[in-house]
C-alpha cells in the first residue's frame, strides 16, 4: 500500500484529518486526533468561514512524482523538516498513520518529533521556514527577504 503523506490537500486519495490546527503561544500547532476521521466534505465543511487547511492538518496517499517536493525515491521536505527544524517536542506524539507514514518511514522519530508545528497553510512565514518548506527566498534591497508564493 502507499505510503501517507501527513502534510497532504483535502480531495486526495484516502484523505484524513490527522489532526486540528490550535494556537499555543501565538504560533500553530497541531492537536492529533486519537482515531482516523474521513476528510468527507461534511468534515471539511466544519471549518468554515475558513479553509480546510487552516484549521485541518490532513493526511492522504503520498503523491509520489505528482509532488515537487518528491524527488523519485524521497520526500525532501520530510527531510528538510527533520534537517532543518528544531525538535518541537521531546516524545512521540500520538499519531493515527504512522506505519503508513512516508515522513516517519524516512526520517524515523525526528520527523514526528518536529511535525507537530507543520501547519499546511502558515500566512506569516519567515525566511527560514519557506525555506525548509521548500519555496524561493528573495533577498533584494528593500525587500522583506520573502517571495510572494506561487499560486
Not at 502507499?2 to 484529518?17: E, H, I, N, Y
Not at 487547511?53 to 520526500?75: L, S, Y
Not at 518541537?88 to 493515527?96: A, G, N, S, Y
Not at 504512522?98 to 507543520?118: D, H, L, N, T, V
Amino acid at each position: 500500500m502507499s505510503k501517507l503523506c501527513p502534510s497532504a490537500q483535502p480531495g486526495m486519495d484516502r484523505a484524513t484529518v490527522l489532526g486540528i490546527v490550535q494556537e499555543d503561544g501565538g504560533r500553530p500547532v497541531v492537536a492529533y486526533l486519537n482515531e482516523r476521521l474521513p476528510a468527507t466534505p461534511d468534515i471539511l465543511a466544519l471549518s468554515k468561514p475558513l479553509k480546510p487547511t487552516e484549521v485541518f492538518r490532513i493526511a492522504a496517499t503520498c503523491a509520489e512524482n505528482k509532488c515537487p517536493h518528491f524527488d523519485g525515491a524521497d520526500c525532501r521536505l520530510a527531510t528538510r523538516v527533520a534537517t532543518m527544524l528544531p525538535a518541537v517536542v521531546d516524545r512521540l506524539p500520538p499519531c493515527t498513520i504512522r506505519k503508513e507514514c512516508r515522513w516517519y518511514s524516512q526520517e524515523g522519530e525526528a520527523a514526528c518529533k518536529r511535525c507537530p508545528e507543520i501547519t499546511t497553510v502558515t500566512y506569516d512565514i519567515s525566511p527560514h521556514m519557506r525555506e525548509v518548506s521548500g519555496l524561493p527566498v528573495v533577498e533584494e534591497p528593500g525587500s522583506t527577504g520573502v517571495a510572494p508564493p506561487h499560486t
